[in-house]
């Protein structure tokens, strides 16, 4: 069976690098990713390795219960395109994939496109999907994300 696309769109007035970078930052995730500012929830522990093959884990405690968003990173093309795994406890072969398409516009800033493919399984969830990215997203343009460049391995 085919993936299920839940896919949102936002236009940004940080530059393309500003935010490529905020989705490799381990301070920057925390902010809008994760934490109060979108639900209430704990960041209980940030860490990524920002190179192709690395990985990540973004440990939060909501409703009692610890949530460990895990993934591998599989295309970093800064500041355009970056490709991640994305699945809660461990990796297992039906993770989803998130793609995240970033386009400089001609003036200032950029506009977004984040394309999370589900298993087809997962269908139900791709409305919950794509309302999460766009509330993480719409935080994201809150957050001072011109603070440094980020190593990418």
């Not at 795994?85 to 950029?110: H, K, M, R, Y």
């Amino acid at each position: 069976m085919n993936p299920i696309d839940a896919s949102v769109i936002q236009s940004f007035d940080q530059t393309a690098e500003e935010i490529f970078d905020a989705f490799l930052d381990q301070e920057l995730i925390g902010q809008w990713m994760f934490g109060p500012l979108l639900r209430e929830e704990t960041v209980l522990h940030i860490a990524l390795e920002s190179r192709v093959g690395g990985a990540f884990s973004f440990l939060v405690q909501r409703n009692g219960e610890e949530i460990d968003h895990v993934g591998q990173y599989v295309t970093i093309n800064r500041p355009k395109r970056l490709v991640f795994s994305w699945d809660i406890g461990t990796f297992n072969a039906n993770s989803s994939q998130v793609t995240l398409d970033i386009q400089a516009n001609s003036g200032l800033g950029c506009t977004v496109t984040l394309t999370h493919s589900l298993p087809a399984e997962w269908a139900d969830y791709a409305d919950r999907t794509k309302n999460a990215w766009n509330l993480m997203l719409g935080a994201l343009k809150t957050v001072k994300t011109n603070q440094k460049k980020v190593g990418i391995g």
